[in-house]
């Protein structure tokens, strides 16, 4: 492979329900605490990556693009958005990531933003909706938490798994999202709590979901040869993607994701690790059944297994494989756009020693982020080091 | 450089009010042709990238990438959607010429869709205006029409251009787009026609404005390895790409366009080519005014003097420099989303002797696509012999 490409710099709002903040405010604000992150000067930015899913539905914005290249002082350099729902900020990410490979550019500002509360009516809803088949699923009446827990149900009926399995999930994200500054919820809960909670969509309680949430947050990348003068870098081993099919009901099954799987198989094939080798791992809880998959479909545990190896504690910070260390969707928020970019720069933070949890001995880190019910998957290896 | 990449592959639907076929409907249409036409299996396919600016707005769709991939049949490869309003098409094939100069990939599939007549209300408008600044423009009242009008006055009160000569443009599109089975408009149109047609926003009128236009274009680039075997490849020499400031209230200029000026700087820069060395040229005829600040821009005629330049038939297909040769978006039509892609296409078509309007001696060729009112603009240069 070319040269390897390093996280330098990283920035990010506060996430909550900003009212007072707009799409712009949000990004504007991420972006430039990244540059300054990363000690650059903005000249010395090439490219401009933007993940986004619903500016147009929420804000009536699209060509987010120029619009922040612009409010962040970059024009006229070249800016692209890329969306792929709630995968959009680790999508821009990775193309981001190849265009410096392929030695079109050497450091890009990639910035993921989402303004989802304070917007039109039920439009924060419906335009999560848009993440799904609007003609097979949305206009039948189906919402995420409806199929998250259609997918849900499938596990508990072929596996046996329980509510308080998924409870542990949301259980140790609120445990861990207690020291970070940025997150929407800090306040611990206990299983009892998540099982008493508002019933969603039968078997997700309101605990069980992430919230609808502002926010923005941004890396620097950049070519090996920039970023080995850097203070900072954390190193991007390997990238990959894979897609899914959209609609729930054309898919084989119910209890694995296909894209999901892929993206494990790929990066643990490229960079000739195995799961042992991850010392902390971010992946997409959108729902706490979606943890529970990924931990399945990445083979940190058995098809199957998922319930009892949560349950166990596997996934808390001294557990097996510390995952969501910073407090993951459910307790950061979920401003979808962004997430996929905060999960990148959490572990980057713990790789580099300055994450809210710091796990001293961490080497090597992990990220799967999702767009809709998995119809697309988009993951990373992180390391410490430069990949040798 | 690493390996050159060609089109090796083209499809495209009819471009024009599509009642009877949906946005899935036609970006499957356009995929498969593309597919049949480079002559390779579906298998051998790595990648999509779609190109598509309002899906989520006017049929309620994002997270096409996934959706696409499913109804092409090419699940689970990675597919990526890029989005910076008219310019989406060509910003999707230069991320994917770049993933395949990284080496990511061998073969994608990019692929420009937009479905934008028989959708709800006022939404094509609308959805339209997306592409500009939401707060500064959309809620001040602005359309597209209008932003464009205020640059063909500017033009038209600081050079003296004329009515007459901006209508020169569209009757040589529409005498191009004559031959061109895919084309909206067939019909040929005279300069008297133009200025007695409905005003939309003074000095345009209607036949100034290319129309809304449901359609896809789809291409298939391939790096040299895989392209050097194929029947009928056109080389990409170069790829570039540039912002400028969205609103038009903050430009310096009114009558230039800074991210058209920059594209064509670095994409001559790059090819060491002047503009004498180019054969045929597609740019983005969205409005007349625009056709005519690119050629300025480009450098293909002064700054100031690209209404004479038109008027003498610089732009004929035996002019000084063919424009828009196969009829551009005024006589082709506009599916914003898919408009970046029939331009690569048309000038693939050319180089490798399957166009509408033939030019048997050109052997290299030049696209400008534009989104907004250059908010972005993405341009290639192409080779009917891979690049030395």
Redesign the interface.
Same mark, same amino acid.
């Given at each position: 492979?070319?040269n390897n490409v390093a996280i330098i710099g990283i920035g990010q709002t506060k996430f909550g329900e900003l009212w007072d903040k707009?799409l712009r405010d949000l990004a504007v604000e991420a972006g430039l605490a990244a540059i300054k992150d990363a000690g650059i000067d903005k000249k010395q930015v090439d490219a401009?990556y933007i993940g986004n899913?619903?500016g =147009?539905?929420m804000?009536?914005? %699209?060509?987010l693009?120029?619009?922040l290249?612009?409010n962040l002082g970059?024009?006229?350099?070249?800016?692209?958005?890329? %969306?792929?729902?709630c995968a959009s900020g680790s999508?821009a990410a990775r193309?981001a990531y190849? @265009?410096i490979?392929?030695?079109?550019y050497d450091v890009a500002l990639v910035l993921g933003v989402e303004k989802m509360t304070d917007v039109k009516g039920d439009s924060a809803l419906?335009?999560l909706?848009?993440? #799904?088949?609007? %003609?097979w699923e949305?206009m039948q009446g189906l919402t995420f938490a409806g199929l998250y827990a259609l997918l849900a149900r499938a596990h508990m009926e072929k596996f046996g798994t329980t509510r308080e399995q998924l409870a542990a999930i949301s259980v140790n994200n609120h445990k861990n999202g207690k020291n970070n500054p940025f997150a929407q919820f800090r306040n611990e809960i206990s299983v009892k709590d998540v099982l008493e909670a508002t019933m969603i969509a039968d078997p997700l309680g309101v605990l069980d979901c992430s919230p609808i949430t502002d926010g923005a947050a941004a890396i620097i990348i950049a070519s090996e040869k920039f970023a080995k003068d850097m203070a900072k870098p954390a190193w991007i081993w390997e990238s990959a993607? @894979?897609?899914?099919?959209?609609?729930l009901h054309?898919r084989l099954s119910l209890t694995e994701v296909?894209?999901m799987k %892929?993206v494990g198989r790929k990066l643990f094939e490229k960079t000739s690790l195995k799961n042992s080798d991850i010392d902390l791992l971010e992946v997409h809880d959108c729902f706490s059944i979606n943890e529970l998959l990924a931990l399945e479909d990445l083979g940190f545990c058995k098809k199957g297994s998922g319930g009892k190896f949560v349950e166990g504690g596997a996934i808390a910070l001294n557990g097996e494989i510390p995952t969501n260390t910073q407090g993951g969707l459910k307790s950061i928020g979920h401003p979808v756009g962004a997430s996929g970019i905060r999960q990148l720069a959490d572990v980057a933070r713990v790789l580099r020693g300055d994450a809210f949890n710091q796990m001293p001995s961490a080497k090597i880190g992990m990220t799967l982020n999702v =767009? #809709?019910i998995g119809?697309?998957a988009v993951g990373h290896i992180l390391g410490k080091e430069p990949r040798k």
């Open positions: 492979m070319a707009s401009l899913m619903a =147009g539905h804000v009536q914005q %699209e060509h693009a120029s619009l290249a612009d970059l024009t006229p350099i070249p800016s692209t958005r890329c %969306e792929a729902a999508l193309q190849l @265009a490979k392929a030695g079109e419906l335009g909706m848009g993440a #799904g088949d609007h %003609e949305t993607q @894979a897609s899914d099919i959209l609609a054309d296909r894209s %892929e =767009g #809709g119809g697309t």
